[in-house]
């Protein structure tokens, strides 16, 4: 049965329209831009069998998630794939595609690399997909992205992401005429499915509070993925949560090799590993379908970033619940983060709603002296 993104998404791609949809975390967005592609490849076999389609994510992770949907929709059809991330040699990448692929799924940094220093010809690209595309268009992003963008010839461009702003509505328009945007479920807000629970800790008392809850047969739903902000911070607090809890935890992050970042996420899947701590590289769009529970131990600087986060706790509209310690050091998000949290049902620490109503009235009384001195 299609999800509702996928009946809105699905009859406009496959007429060649280029889209912006916007829908909910685990709402089903990557088979909506999936069926299309691999439709498309299928339809229109060209021989020798050279690249149609090319997938951008933001993240390892993502592209090896995005690349074994496609198998399994593709499987017994003339429809093959090639996996072109860092961490693997760039040499079996190549010779992937040289023997003939329908579709590429990279990261932009690597799908750079590839195109500068091997001659391959993008102008058979009829369909980019920018998987997470307000990720995939932020400075870090922006100029790899145009740069493969510009490589190719004019193809049907599908965006997606959960958090879709006006900037990345404004960009996607330069890339695409006669855009359509769609937009499903609650636009920039968490999964309805996902019951938040803000908790107020100060920074010296968050390791605590986490072992309490992980110790606590009340409150702790494995399997859990825990958030963090640094990668160090990963390491050190799997560490910490094994030896001070038992409860076997391993850690994530952008430093480890590629090989280990897949043996860790099937631990976990496989229920070896009870908690994994991880840095942003699980919070966008990877399946984590056993996953009920997060705890975002760090607050990220964007409220984007934490509906992305826990997310992970719900796919396809399966219950789940998150847990976000936040303090002073959050300041900056307050009013974002509580409309977030009252527009779902959520309680509201009496710390953050006193400290929310004191950033506010800061903000109130530079704007009223702002407009007193004429600036």
């Not at 023997?99 to 980019?128: A, C, N, W, Y």
């Not at 631990?267 to 840095?279: M, N, P, Q, R």
Request: proline fraction near 5%; glycine fraction near 8%; hydrophobic fraction near 40%.
């Amino acid at each position: 049965m299609p999800t509702p993104v996928q009946m809105q998404a699905i009859p406009s791609a496959l007429i060649g329209r280029s889209m912006l949809v916007s829908a909910e975390t685990g709402s089903g967005k990557t088979c909506s831009f999936l069926v299309p592609v691999v439709d498309y490849c299928t339809k229109f076999k060209n021989n020798p069998q050279t690249p149609l389609a090319m997938v951008l994510a933001p993240t390892r992770e993502l592209c090896i998630q995005v690349e074994e949907q496609a198998k399994l929709l593709g499987k017994g059809l003339p429809f093959k794939t090639a996996l072109v991330v860092g961490g693997d040699a760039m040499a079996g990448q190549v010779h992937r595609i040289k023997q003939g692929v329908s579709m590429i799924v990279g990261t932009p940094g690597r799908l750079i690399d590839l195109l500068t220093k091997h001659d391959f010809e993008m102008d058979t690209i009829k369909i980019l997909v920018l998987d997470e595309v307000d990720c995939m268009i932020q400075r870090g992003f922006r100029e790899q992205v145009m740069q493969i963008f510009q490589a190719l010839s004019q193809p049907q461009v599908l965006m997606y992401s959960a958090t879709v702003s006006k900037e990345v509505e404004k960009v996607a328009g330069s890339m695409a005429k006669d855009l359509t945007i769609v937009s499903v479920g609650r636009p920039n807000k968490p999964s309805g499915a996902v019951r938040q629970l803000a908790i107020w800790v100060e920074s010296n008392k968050k390791k605590q509070k986490l072992f309490d809850i992980l110790t606590s047969k009340q409150h702790f739903k494995p399997p859990v993925v825990v958030f963090v902000g640094s990668r160090i911070g990963a390491d050190l607090l799997s560490e910490a949560i094994t030896m001070k809890t038992g409860v076997r935890a391993l850690s994530i992050h952008g430093e480890k090799k590629m090989k280990e970042r897949r043996d860790v996420v099937r631990s976990f899947l496989v229920g070896e590993v009870s908690v994994i701590v991880a840095t942003g590289v699980l919070g966008r769009g990877v399946d984590l379908l056993s996953v009920r529970q997060v705890i975002v131990f760090d607050m990220p600087n964007s409220t984007k970033e934490y509906v992305h986060m826990i997310g992970r706790a719900s796919r396809m509209g399966e219950d789940g619940a998150a847990i976000v310690f936040v303090n002073e050091e959050n300041k900056k998000i307050f009013p974002e983060l509580v409309d977030i949290l009252e527009s779902s049902g959520a309680a509201i620490p009496r710390e953050l709603a006193n400290s929310r109503r004191a950033v506010n009235s800061f903000s109130v009384g530079r704007a009223q002296k702002k407009r007193k001195h004429g600036y």
